[in-house]
């Protein structure tokens, strides 16, 4: 007798056999007890099988059901704000704090920095007061969203994120009060001769003032030429920008070349790829100046403070130098009433002719001047990093696993958290906290911002440094233990690499823009978790 | 379910398609245990499943409109958490050209009915269970939508990717490892499935 096998009997019983076969295998069973108790102990094995499959052994975790999953150990908590206070003292102590010093050295700190940061009185003339208010409430939005994050547990944090700022840059921006004399057109000509009794908010492809501001000059132009007289600041966007004329407040230049050669009755703080002080020129205040050149001929009453690729000094400075750069000639002409110190690759150049208050402090950065014990700092400094970040990797893992994991997720696209890290970097957050709030808030506000931004760039490693790990070890498990030690593979791998140089920083940048965008992306379904499954 | 009821459910899904916030938090926990079991029968941790689990249920608000009423609701709910479960198992790339290769070459054996029985006395619904977790991972999520989704062998074949005739030798393989493990000969045929 031919029996049935094993697959015709499950099929048979699944429905799955033709007619015909099954009308055989029907016929079988009744003549064969083998295969009929094959068929019965298979329809026995299915039934058990599908009990055992949905026997509700487990409870449905409340975190699915609604909100009540949301506490977790108070320790935790404490914890997780104890490390997020630790790490903004040390983002603040170790990178703002030194920053500030320097700026203080420069004659530019405190309520100087401030007052030079504000647009005062370009829009409207309430700024002073409103300053105040804008930095309490920027401070009171971070402290209330750290609150808000740390009760809530990442509940809508995206929503949170962008609201904050958004409402903050709300605040910031003034109404636009009729007192501004807007001004639009190919050739914007103030002439010799006229005077206009307010602010001047001026664009075109050229803008030119030989007559007089009785306010604050704010250009966006390719061609800015300023010959008459500004009583107030000048806030300038353009190509090419020349001051010829005098400025009795401060000048805020953004440009690709700027020429000083008439008086700045205040402070400059220049941008540009190239600053000339013309012999003429004349700052009454001081001068901190982002420049790939700069040839200072002319007179700065107070501190010079930059960070400038070429530096030529042949004029006077009446306070305390501080250039960090490639290289600085100080010509015989020239004349340093401050202490002076230059950060820089090589040995600054000063001819014999020139009178300093005192010897010059040199500093040189080059990387094979470093010394051995610069050089074991360094690796020092590697190991306190990668155990910090070890240490909030496991405590991210820990106190917000499902953030984690759905960050680590969208991390393993690559792609498109690379872009959306690229993007923010470029465009958003960074222009956004950094730009805006720092010169329209003020100081306070703007380092506030940034101390949002910066513990998401901090994150960044671990998400890509666990992707490392994974790529590395497997995907097998998402537990807890085989998730640290994949974190931490990966992360050791990202600090040594740390350490190459050019290689190294090339590579921490991808991390950067890679682990920003994974996180971003992970607040953002985090967010949308939260809100779609649930009503309303 | 009796007319009635299903004449509510239905009226349920219209109110949630057209935006009814209110209508779609009822469906969701109605169904969201269910999705949940079946998830944690599918995916290798509790985490994996919750994670999927809030995933589905995006993916069914904004699929929603696309539900055809004709069809019972949980079955094509449970067509999107099969899709959803099977799409994060397979990145995971858990050496599914092997499983595959052994499933083809599987010899059809007749086992004695006495000892299939005895199996199933001898083990409880939590062995089967924890069993699962040793299976590979085709033959875990084929059993899973076989035998808690209660998926056609159509359903199961659009699913796992694999040809209709194809899918019977599937479950049959599944259950033959489900009996080694059992049987306590599984720790290598589970090593050698490379469990997810």
Not at chain 1, 327 to 355: C, W
Not at chain 2, 70 to 82: C, D, E, I, K, N
């Amino acid at each position: 007798m031919i029996h049935f096998d094993e697959m015709a009997c499950l099929l048979y019983l699944d429905g799955q056999l033709e007619d015909l076969r099954a009308r055989e295998l029907l016929s079988h069973t009744r003549e064969c007890g083998a295969c009929r108790e094959l068929l019965r102990s298979l329809e026995h094995e299915s039934k058990f099988l599908a009990g055992a499959l949905t026997e509700e052994d487990e409870l449905v975790p409340a975190r699915l059901l609604g909100s009540q999953a949301r506490s977790a150990p108070s320790w935790v908590w404490s914890l997780a704000f104890a490390a997020f206070a630790a790490g903004a003292y040390w983002v603040w102590n170790d990178g703002i704090g030194p920053w500030l010093d320097q700026l203080n050295n420069a004659g530019f700190g405190g309520t100087n920095l401030m007052s030079m940061m504000l647009f005062s009185g370009a829009f409207w003339e309430g700024w002073g007061d409103l300053v105040d208010i804008l930095q309490i409430a920027a401070l009171l939005g971070v402290v209330i969203l750290a609150l808000g994050l740390v009760r809530r547990r990442l509940r809508r944090p995206a929503a949170v994120a962008l609201v904050l700022p958004a409402l903050l840059v709300a605040m910031a921006l003034p109404q636009p009060a009729g007192a501004a004399d807007v001004r639009r057109g190919r050739a914007v000509l103030v002439p010799s001769g006229e005077t206009i009794h307010n602010d001047l908010i001026a664009t075109g492809p050229s803008v030119r003032i030989d007559g007089t501001v009785e306010g604050d000059l704010i250009v966006f132009t390719r061609e800015l030429t300023v010959t008459g007289h500004v009583t107030g600041d000048v806030i300038a966007f353009a190509g090419q920008a020349l001051i010829d004329g005098a400025v009795d407040g401060n000048a805020r230049v953004f440009s690709q070349h700027a020429t000083l050669q008439g008086s700045i009755g205040k402070n400059v703080t220049a941008f540009a790829s190239s600053i000339t002080v013309t012999p003429g020129g004349n700052v009454g205040g001081g001068m901190i100046a982002l420049a790939g050149e700069a040839d200072l001929e002319g007179k700065i009453h107070r501190d010079l403070m930059g960070m400038i690729g070429r530096s030529d000094l042949d004029g006077f400075i009446g306070g305390q130098v501080w250039i960090r750069g490639g290289n600085l000639d100080v010509a015989s002409t020239a004349e340093i009433d401050g202490p002076a110190t230059f950060m820089g690759r090589q040995q600054p150049s000063v001819a014999a002719g020139a009178k300093l208050a005192s010897p010059m402090r040199t500093e040189i950065t080059q990387e094979v001047g470093r010394s051995r014990r610069s050089a074991a700092r360094q690796v020092i400094h590697a190991i306190i990093g990668y155990g910090a970040a070890l240490l909030a990797g496991i405590l991210l893992l820990t106190v917000f696993p499902g953030f984690f994991r759905t960050t680590l997720r969208e991390a393993g696209a690559i792609g498109m958290p690379l872009g959306v890290g690229a993007l923010a970097f470029i465009s958003g957050i960074f222009v956004f906290v950094l730009g805006i709030l720092l010169l329209f808030i003020g100081v306070t506000a703007g380092l506030a911002g940034a101390l949002l931004y910066a513990p998401i760039l901090y994150l960044a490693q671990i998400f890509v440094g666990t992707w490392l790990g994974n790529k590395i070890l497997g995907v097998t498990s998402t537990q807890t233990g085989a998730a640290i030690g994949r974190m931490a593979l990966g992360l050791l791998i990202l600090h040594v690499a740390r350490l190459i140089p050019v290689l190294g920083g090339l590579t921490w940048l991808v991390v950067l823009l890679w682990g920003t965008g994974a996180v971003l992306m992970g607040f953002y379904r985090m967010s949308r978790l939260e809100s779609a499954p649930l009503p309303a | 379910m009796s007319p009635a009821e299903q004449a509510g459910v239905r009226e349920q899904i219209a109110r949630a398609q057209s935006g009814d916030a209110e209508a779609w938090g009822e469906l969701y926990r109605l169904h969201a245990p269910a999705i949940f079991r079946f998830c944690r029968r599918a995916m290798p941790t509790r985490e994996d499943a919750e994670d999927a689990t809030m995933d589905i249920f995006i993916k069914v608000r904004q699929k929603l409109s696309q539900y055809d009423p004709g069809r019972p609701f949980s079955a094509w709910l449970y067509t999107v958490a099969a899709n959803h479960c099977w799409d994060l198992l397979r990145r995971r790339k858990v050496r599914q050209d092997l499983e595959t290769g052994e499933v083809e070459n599987m010899p059809l054996a007749h086992p004695d009915p006495g000892q299939l029985e005895q199996l199933i006395e001898k083990h409880t619904s939590q062995e089967v269970r924890r069993a699962l977790d040793h299976l590979p991972t085709r033959s875990r999520m084929a059993l899973v939508l076989r035998y808690y989704a209660e998926m056609s062998y159509d359903e199961i074949a659009d699913t796992l990717g694999v040809r209709r005739t194809f899918v019977g030798v599937v479950l049959l393989r599944a259950r033959h490892q489900l009996r080694d493990i059992l049987g306590g000969h599984g720790a290598a045929n589970a090593a050698a499935g490379g469990a997810a």
